[in-house]
């Protein structure tokens, strides 16, 4: 067999074995569901959820979140797989709901300044706001790690970025639908605030997190 053929048969031979970034990414959505359906039988649906519903602010807000969970998702997987094409913007692309979110965050701590500057202050820390966010982070963000690993990631900085992102992404969402503190101080300080330090902090350890 020539050198050539050979090639040829090893890259056929390795596009059959290649683990789809659809399967992972799907996984990972369906763990973070199981997950907050566990969460919402002990702690329940906030009551004024319908009501809250329609909140232009809310479900913008809510909108953004779970295409940051499922974009998120879906490109940690993708660019974890070395055969596939993954250009540069596809990493961006995936930040872009998440950036959508947190200007919308600013936008409405800048208009509350405007009109009511004493809505604006420091209020104590919400433990079950803190312990689910936590939860979110720390099961599905790990189990999500877990998936991209198993594709032998070549941009592990990158995709431990987005894996976490994913995590607090759905953890933030989730929290929408049962925390009923939406006080944009609140909302700044513990969703966005710990959204970005984390996913920092998981692009700084992908690396050492995703080494194969």
């Known amino acids: ?17 290649t683990r789809s970034p659809w399967v992972g990414a799907i996984e990972g959505i369906a763990f973070s569901l199981v997950f907050f359906l566990l969460i919402g039988w002990f702690h329940q649906l906030r009551p004024d959820l319908m009501e809250k519903i329609h909140d232009p602010w809310y479900l913008i807000n809510l909108i953004l979140l779970g ?17 596939l ?6 990493r961006l692309v995936a930040f872009i709901p998440a950036v959508g979110w947190a200007l919308s965050l600013v936008l409405m701590l800048y208009q509350t300044w ?4 004493a809505l604006i202050h420091p209020q104590e820390m919400d433990m079950f706001c803190v312990q689910n966010f936590m939860l979110f982070l720390l099961l599905p963000g790990a189990f999500q790690l877990y998936q991209i690993k198993r594709l032998a990631p070549v941009l592990p900085a990158w995709s431990g970025a ?20 939406d006080a944009i101080y609140h909302q700044f300080a513990w969703h966005l605030i710990p959204t970005a330090l984390f996913t920092m902090l998981g692009y700084a350890m992908g690396p050492r997190l995703l080494k194969w």
Do not use: D, V
């Open 162 to 181: 987005l894996a976490i992102l994913f995590a607090t992404s759905t953890g933030n969402f989730a929290l929408m639908l049962l925390e009923q503190n």
């Open 114 to 117: 405007l009109q009511s500057p």
């Open 85 to 90: 094409r993954s250009p540069r913007w596809m």
């Open 67 to 83: 295409f940051s969970a499922l974009l998120s998702a879906t490109i940690s997987c993708w660019i974890a797989i070395p055969n």
């Open 1 to 17: 067999m020539s050198n050539r053929s050979l090639i040829e048969t090893l890259s056929r031979e390795a596009e059959t074995k």
